[in-house]
């Protein structure tokens, strides 16, 4: 997920088999609809409109409180070719694809845009929709506290008196909402969206979290599904979620270190920093532990330091893009020196806040964690020597450690029952969404999917860090419906 850099937290989904039993499981035909209006916000394409839907913060509820949710659309460009309209179903959780008719969407082939409406949205809890806040210090939402890095020691200590602390500040600022930020309730409010759109069925192209949002709607809402792309796709474990996705980064980063690597010691590479991958790999390690022992001020910076997880963490965020190595290269050279890189740009303090409280909200609500810190340390001691590049941060304690709600509803269980009209497009070398998640999806779904592997490297595939027979793949499943007839390797 390009959203980790923001958000740092990766999530899955709660709910029922099909979409009629449980809370909530299907959406009331005929519903609202949409009044569109002018969308706030510089740079968007002057055909975007905007509009909220209304949806209750508790399907269980028939008398729960009503909440917004914020949806943008570009009307297809063709009415003659119409087909219906395309979800933009955004990574996270805390990422929103409200300004993603105007961005990404342009990006997708005229037949596509031609077809399809494209449908922009904040998930409940983002603003403009009805947000949360947990209000946390702020120091608790840098980015090596929203992972949770270890101590230079390994221990797991501060972790969990961080977990502590922002359970503590969502339980009391969040108010009633936090505790129905879900997965499968995402999934129910798009069901919302595409009756107030007046849609028998919806396509989607979902990216990273957004995938498991897109599998969770397929499973609860097959019978209103048209074309579903899932673009960089994670193990959809029921019995884990968002701890088998952060365990991910073990592999992830293993996947795609050895291309940075190559790059980074290449000659004539402005940002050398060896003469060999061998060589980059091990410097790095060194520089990581020196960093540990010896922390260089980094004013501006929250922490203000850069220590060997801030080191760690710029190197996670680097590999979700190639075009990204310069940041971590530069980040090196400089340490080595005794000097720090400028400060990365980061959102304003309320997105983070808003970002760290919907995550909180889903990772905690989809499923419960356990609370034992010698369980946490004994995980993260065996990650450390096996994956010494992350060192030990995927299978530590998150804030669910100290979550002291359990579950509202059981996790949704993805299944190969429903209609096989479903397209997973992957890259072999993504740090967030590895391989090998993917194709633990792609199992569960059976012949309800095929997947595209694609030989590149990076996080997200179609119209990014893909290649041209990947795009052309997913290209042509959207404008026509026509899927490879077996899994496709794109090298």
Not at 112 to 135: H, K, N, Q, W
Not at 355 to 360: E, F, I, T, Y
Not at 379 to 393: K, N, Q, Y
Not at 429 to 437: E, K, M
Request: a neutral charge.
């Amino acid at each position: 997920m390009k959203q980790m850099s923001k958000c740092a937290v990766l999530v899955a989904a709660a709910g029922m088999i099909l979409g009629f039993a449980g809370p909530g499981g299907a959406s009331a035909a005929g519903g609202e609809r949409l009044e569109w209006g002018a969308c706030e916000g510089s740079g968007l394409d002057p055909r975007q409109q905007c509009a909220t839907v209304g949806v209750p913060m508790d399907y269980s509820d028939p008398d729960s409180p009503e909440i917004r949710i914020a949806v943008s659309r570009i009307p297809g460009e063709k009415p003659s070719a119409r087909r219906g309209a395309l979800l933009l179903i955004p990574g996270g959780p805390g990422g929103d694809s409200l300004a993603d008719p105007s961005g990404k969407g342009q990006k997708l082939p005229q037949k596509v845009r031609d077809a399809y409406d494209l449908i922009g949205f904040a998930p409940r809890g983002m603003a403009p929709s009805t947000a949360v806040d947990c209000e946390l210090d702020p120091a608790d939402i840098g980015p090596t506290k929203l992972l949770p890095w270890p101590g230079p020691d390994g221990s797991v200590g501060e972790n969990m008196a961080t977990a502590r602390r922002t359970a503590t500040a969502c339980v009391r600022n969040g108010g009633e909402l936090i505790r129905h930020i879900s997965t499968a309730n995402g999934a129910r409010d798009l069901d919302r969206v595409r009756a107030a759109l007046g849609e028998e069925r919806i396509s989607a192209w979902g990216v990273s979290h957004g995938t498991y949002v897109g599998a969770v709607y397929s499973q609860l809402f097959p019978h209103r599904t048209d074309r579903i792309v899932l673009d960089s796709n994670n193990d959809p474990d029921h019995t884990r979620v968002t701890r088998n996705w952060l365990a991910a980064f073990e592999a992830g980063a293993e996947d795609n270190f050895p291309e940075f690597a190559q790059w980074a010691s290449r000659p004539g590479n402005p940002h050398r920093v060896a003469r060999t991958p061998a060589e980059v790999r091990s410097g790095f390690l060194r520089l990581a532990a020196r960093l540990d022992r010896a922390p260089l001020p980094w004013p501006g910076a929250n922490p203000p330091r850069l220590d060997g997880n801030a080191l760690r963490q710029t190197m996670l965020s680097s590999l979700y893009d190639p075009d990204d190595y310069p940041t971590l290269a530069r980040t090196i050279r400089a340490a080595r020196k005794g000097t720090v890189p400028p400060v990365p740009e980061a959102p304003p303090e309320s997105v983070l806040q808003n970002l760290a409280a919907v995550g909180v909200g889903t990772i905690c609500n989809d499923v419960d964690w356990p609370d034992s810190a010698a369980a946490y340390q004994k995980d993260v001691d065996a990650s450390r020597a096996a994956f010494p590049l992350t060192a030990g941060m995927p299978r530590g304690p998150m804030v669910c450690a100290a979550w002291p709600y359990e579950p509202r509803e059981p996790a949704v269980r993805v299944t190969d029952r429903g209609p096989s009209n479903i397209l997973l497009v992957q890259n072999e070398r993504d740090v967030a969404s590895p391989l090998a998640g993917a194709r633990k999806l792609r199992q569960a779904l059976g012949d309800r999917a095929v997947m595209v592997t694609v030989n590149s490297t990076g996080h997200e595939a179609y119209l990014a860090n893909g290649n041209a027979c990947g795009d052309r793949t997913v290209s042509r499943f959207l404008a026509t419906g026509t899927r490879p007839a077996s899994d496709l390797s794109c090298g």
